[in-house]
T-cell receptor, first 112, second 113 residues
Framework: SQQGEEDPQALSIQEGENATMNCSYK?????LQWYRQNSGRGLVHLIL?????REKHSGRLRVTLDTSKKSSSLLITASRAADTASYFC????????????FGAGTRLFVKA | EADIYQTPRYLVIGTGKKITLECSQT?????MYWYQQDPGMELHLIHYSYGVNSTEKGDLSSESTVSRIRTEHFPLTLESARPSHTSQYLC????????????FGEGSWLTVV
């Protein structure tokens, strides 16, 4: 498996529900980031969690990091139709130059 | 809002033509990247640069070339486009500090017919 694998590949929920996406990785990281991509656009940085942090919040986003399991989750609470997008985790490695590896992404569909 | 700009946003060209995708950033970032992404698929790093006169090939082999003569400018060139080059090309940059947060342009959609 690749560094930065996400699941599920796709997720369809109703507006108001919570959405949870997971990311697993293989090697030691400096930090892990989540990005959002609207259809046909570039990626936008959402949140960064460092390897010595376990949980971080930003508005309706909650990110957790478990370095012992090499996994992270992104929770979007009270989802809205406008949250429909692809979400990518990116692992920043502990190498010179901070190499960043993106996962394949989770496609979230929020139905109004 | 990220200060990184790509032109053109959309381009349809014939097979065999030479094209250059432009990318500029005004954040003074040392690192710049080009990713290739097919619709709904993952990103593939094809080129990166850690500073002026520094360019490296990424994880995915690409027939394109890049140059980095100025910090703010990182153009990508295809000498002879083929239908297999049809894809979205995303330019990005990152600075020192901030955990290597990467800022993306809006992308250039290339269709080769």
């Amino acid at each position: 498996s690749q560094q930065g694998e996400e699941d599920p590949q796709a997720l369809s929920i109703q507006e108001g529900e919570n959405a949870t996406m997971n990311c697993s990785y293989k090697t030691s990281i400096n930090n892990l980031q989540w990005y959002r991509q609207n259809s046909g656009r570039g990626l936008v940085h959402l949140i960064l969690i460092r390897s010595n942090e376990r949980e971080k919040h930003s508005g309706r986003l909650r990110v957790t990091l478990d370095t012992s399991k090499k996994s992270s989750s992104l929770l979007i609470t009270a989802s809205r139709a406008a949250d429909t997008a692809s979400y990518f985790c990116a692992t920043v490695l502990n190498t010179g130059g901070f190499k960043t590896i993106f996962g394949a992404g989770t496609r979230l569909f929020v139905k109004a | 809002e990220a200060d990184i700009y790509q032109t053109p946003r959309y381009l349809v060209i014939g097979t065999g033509k030479k094209i250059t995708l432009e990318c500029s950033q005004t954040m003074g970032h040392d690192k710049m990247y080009w990713y290739q992404q097919d619709p709904g698929m993952e990103l593939h790093l094809i080129h990166y640069s850690y500073g002026v006169n520094s360019t490296e090939k990424g994880d995915l082999s690409s027939e394109s070339t890049v140059s980095r003569i100025r910090t703010e400018h990182f153009p990508l060139t295809l000498e002879s486009a083929r239908p297999s080059h049809t894809s979205q090309y995303l330019c990005a940059s990152s600075g020192t500090g901030s955990g290597n947060t990467i800022y993306f342009g809006e992308g250039s959609w290339l269709t080769v017919v």
